[in-house]
């Protein structure tokens, strides 16, 4: 258990984890994945709220709280091809991007303060 870890070494943390798992009971959006996943690190996340389309197919979904699942999960990430898994999680990281989401949300500002 690191604790508290300083934003400036998120990342290489991230880049460098065998696996991020993130237990979260509820998820208004999943950001956290969505930066693991675009350091390039296994994802093992709650199949709950926004998860399952943040995390597709770059991770591991798991359903429900039993540990035994949960286990289950961190073993085969473990066991797994590291390489194909770190190219999955960038993948499906990379169809998330600020910009385009900008945009629509400013398009719809002005087409709001026009009427």
Same mark, same amino acid.
């Given at each position: 258990?690191?604790?508290?870890?300083?934003?400036?070494?998120?990342?290489?943390?991230?880049?460098?984890?065998?696996?991020?798992?993130?237990p979260?009971?509820? !998820? *208004?959006?999943? $950001?956290?994945?969505l930066? #693991?996943?675009?350091?390039? @690190?296994?994802? =093992?996340?709650? +199949?709950? /709220?926004?998860?399952?389309?943040?995390?597709? !197919? *770059?991770?591991? $979904?798991?359903?429900?709280e #039993?540990?035994?699942?949960? @286990?289950?999960? =961190?073993?085969? +990430?473990? /066991?797994?091809?590291?390489?194909?898994?770190?190219?999955?999680?960038?993948?499906?990281?990379?169809?998330?991007?600020?910009d385009? @989401?900008?945009?629509?949300?400013? +398009?719809?500002?002005?087409?709001?303060?026009?009427?």
């Amino acid at each position: 258990m690191l604790g508290y870890v300083p934003h400036d070494d998120l990342a290489a943390l991230m880049s460098e984890a065998a696996a991020f798992v993130y237990p979260s009971r509820y !998820e *208004g959006f999943g $950001l956290a994945p969505l930066e #693991a996943m675009a350091c390039g @690190a296994h994802v =093992i996340a709650s +199949a709950v /709220a926004s998860l399952p389309e943040v995390v597709g !197919e *770059g991770g591991t $979904l798991v359903e429900g709280e #039993a540990p035994q699942r949960w @286990a289950e999960a =961190i073993s085969a +990430a473990l /066991a797994g091809d590291r390489s194909a898994a770190r190219q999955r999680a960038i993948t499906q990281a990379a169809k998330f991007d600020w910009d385009p @989401a900008a945009s629509k949300l400013l +398009a719809v500002l002005q087409g709001v303060s026009d009427a």
